[in-house]
Structures are given as C-alpha cells and as structure tokens.
C-alpha cells in the first residue's frame, strides 16, 4: 500500500488550500481514510476521517466548520479542503489508512507528508 500526500504550500491567513492523497496497491473504495497532522515540537494529531461508505466524516475541535474530507473513489483519493486557514494550522499533513477493510480508525499505513505553511 503507498500514500502520495501533495497540495501543501505557503498560504497567507485566511487563505485556503486542498490536499490530495492518491492511495495505490489495493481496492481503495473498501478503506478509511484520514487526515493527521505534525507541528514542530508537538505530537502528531488526528485532523479529520472519513469511513471507507464516505457516509460520514470526523473532524478534530480545532478544525470543525474550516476543513472538509471527502473522497473520490473512482481517483483512490482522499481530500482535505482546508479554508480560513490559521497560523496554528500550520504543520506536516500526513494521510493515513487502516490495515483492515470495512474499519475505521487503526490507522496502519501513513503518506509521506506534506507542509502547509500560514504566513499572519
């Protein structure tokens, strides 16, 4: 299983941006599918998720009615469209699956990471 996380880039506050994470190596429609992200000298932290029906999604308190997931399963990607972005949204963004099908959370196979950065 490989995760291409792209889309990050410099943003003033405000602004918004639209990651992708193409998934590759098997059917993508039977997975969820997750956001997480790493600020320097923090943990890394769950941002938002989204079941393999896509019928719901789940998002951290911090970004709740700014970021919205969604998937395209005919494309095997999830996105993540991050608007009035903050300062404290700024991070490594990784996208994250599960080993098993039919499940959420257990987020087993990571991207390799890409950095949004918010200029105030």
């Known amino acids: 299983v490989q995760l291409q996380a792209s889309g990050g880039g410099l943003v003033q506050a405000g602004g918004s941006l639209r990651l992708s994470c193409v998934a590759s190596?098997?059917?993508?429609?039977?997975?969820?599918m997750g956001w997480f992200r790493q600020a320097p000298g923090k943990e890394r932290e769950f941002v938002a998720g989204?079941?393999?029906?896509?019928?719901?999604?789940y998002y951290a308190e911090s970004v709740k009615g700014r970021f919205t997931i969604s998937r395209n399963n005919a494309k095997s990607t999830v996105y993540l469209q991050m608007d009035s972005l903050k300062p404290e949204d700024m991070a490594v963004y990784y996208c994250a699956t599960p080993a098993t099908d039919y499940t959420y959370g257990r987020w087993h196979y990571w991207g390799q990471g890409t950095l949004v950065t918010v200029s105030s």
């Open positions: 989204i079941p393999w029906s896509g019928a719901s999604t």
């Open positions: 190596g098997r059917t993508f429609r039977k997975y969820a």
